[in-house]
């Protein structure tokens, strides 16, 4: 398997597993879904649902596969998919913590772009 389709494996495997876990602890007003664009290399995990008085909704977890590294967009995840990337054998230097603005990355572990 080639890099590229190895982390896009590896990233729709990680969010699977959150959206199993959290999926059971969800109230039931919430829904938690999943959205893989594998033509774009976009991948979310995001939240849909309604109070009695207003619409939530919100990103997770998006990543997206950006000049053959991880880009990750957003990440409200306690631990941080990166670290679950890390531990499934990516490399740092093929992720980046794209919430980070550009001029502090350097001062990371990870890739600054």
Avoid at 1 to 18: F, G, P, V
Avoid at 58 to 64: A, M, N, Q, T
Wanted: aromatic share 10%; glycine share 4%; charged share 30%.
């Amino acid at each position: 398997m080639d890099k590229i389709e190895n982390y896009r494996s590896l990233i729709k495997k990680i969010l699977t597993e959150y959206n199993e876990i959290f999926s059971q602890a969800a109230p039931p007003h919430l829904e938690l879904l999943l959205a893989f664009d594998e033509e774009r290399d976009q991948y979310l995990w995001f939240q849909l649902g309604w109070t009695t008085k207003e619409r939530l909704k919100g990103i997770s977890v998006h990543v997206r596969i950006k000049n053959n590294k991880i880009h990750i967009e957003e990440d409200w995840t306690e631990e941080g998919i990166a670290n679950d990337l890390l531990r499934e054998g990516v490399p740092k230097e093929d992720i980046v913590l794209a919430f980070i603005d550009p001029k502090t990355r350097q001062y990371t572990e990870f890739a600054t772009a």
